[in-house]
């Protein structure tokens, strides 16, 4: 089980779009967490050539995230009234928007590529593989972990046999990970991680503003086998994270849900362009993400963080410039200190009086790691190797 290998609880969560680094996996993974590289919006063959580089690096298991396609716009009337107001801000930047089309991001060939080049791990987002891709995964030796965003989605993943689930909270920067983009409220990572546990014997990843090693401890106690840690690592030298979208981290500016860049919900920083268009855009990924790269691209050139977009966790303010081992270190360091001070306190509490050896859990049901009790029925048969 690639978690039990890990000397900390932490799992760095993929992070499409530049952040993500093989040098970023290998200080994680070297520090005794999990490294993670994000093969969305990469090339198969740079997908297959980062798997490689980071191979040729550490001798540590790492993941590899790979997006699961997506329906696409579901109203092109919608769609076509957005571009038509984004193509004056595209003029002003000197770019022409990019044509909205549909892909599927090269599928078939990444699962390919996964099961040749034989991650510890392989993580899907924005959907559940089907039940076939994943057992052939897992047959070569792949651990299989989907993220998911609600009870509903977690049934799905665990029925098509997933090793591990990502719990994302709403919380979490980047996209939703939702197998369907809705309006739904989205929820919190502790009411996620309760619900999901009550349901599943399935291990579980919490994701979702895990700013500092407390956090991580509150996941912990919340069920969850690791935290997944995004933003945490974005201003570590070792991220690919650019200088304008660095400074804007670590603040107190307000992050904020948005299909104003990509037609799919992502959480970012609050910049000009996201407050200006988030009203109006559709939902219509990955169509808008296509139509929004020159412009993203252009601004990122000119250091403009009022135009591109600023990807960060509600807990971003807490984000600190160190090297990424050191903030596994210091997590590790915090979340141990943080048990310890709960544990207290829960110790100098009034004890239950009626409580003894024979009233305790075990009466009644062992204590899983989740948390919860288990019964019988709610034991899985084939306990997966994660
Ligand atoms: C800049 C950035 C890029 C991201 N890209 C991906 C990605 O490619 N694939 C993915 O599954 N999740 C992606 N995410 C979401 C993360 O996997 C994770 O859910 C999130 O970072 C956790 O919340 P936190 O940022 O508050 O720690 C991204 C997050 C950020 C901040």
Known sequence: MVLDEL???????????GPSTVALAVAVGEAGALGFLAGGYLT?????????????RTERPFGVNVFVPDAGASDPAALEAYLR????????????????????????????????????????????????????????GISVWVTVTGPDEARIAAAAGADALVVQGVEAGGHQASFE??????????????LIA???????????????GAALAAVLAAGALAAQVGTAFMLAPE???????????????????????S?????????????EHSADAPRAYPQVHHATSPLRVAARERGNAEAFNLWAGQAQGLAVARPAAETVRLFAAEARQA????????????????????????????????????????????????
């Open 7 to 17: 000397d900390v609880p932490i799992v760095q969560a993929p992070m499409g779009g």
């Open 44 to 56: 198969t063959e740079a997908m297959r050539a980062e798997i490689r580089a980071l191979h040729g």
């Open 85 to 140: 107001r984004l193509s004056g801000v595209a003029e002003h930047y000197g770019v022409a928007l990019g044509e909205p089309h549909h892909s599927d991001e090269d599928w078939s060939a990444k699962l390919e590529v996964l099961g040749e080049e034989r991650p510890a791990v392989a993580s899907f987002t924005f959907g559940c593989p089907p039940p076939e891709a994943i057992a052939a995964l897992r047959a070569r």
């Open 181 to 194: 983009d809705s309006d739904r409220d989205g929820l919190g990572l502790l009411a996620l991680l309760r």
């Open 198 to 212: 009550a349901e599943t014997d399935v291990p579980l990843i919490g994701a979702g503003g895990v700013g500092d």
């Open 239 to 261: 991220a690919g994270t650019h200088p304008a979208h660095r400074a804007r981290l670590g603040t107190n500016a307000p992050t904020g849900l948005t299909r104003a860049w």
């Open 263 to 275: 037609g799919r919900q992502a959480r970012g920083i609050v910049n000009a362009f996201q407050a």
């Open 339 to 386: 048990a310890e001070a709960a544990t207290a306190r829960l110790g100098v509490g009034h004890p239950c009086p009626n409580a003894s050896p024979q009233s305790s859990a075990r009466g009644q049901g062992e204590l899983h790691p989740s948390g919860r009790a288990r019964t019988a029925s709610s034991s899985r048969a084939d306990q997966p190797d994660s």
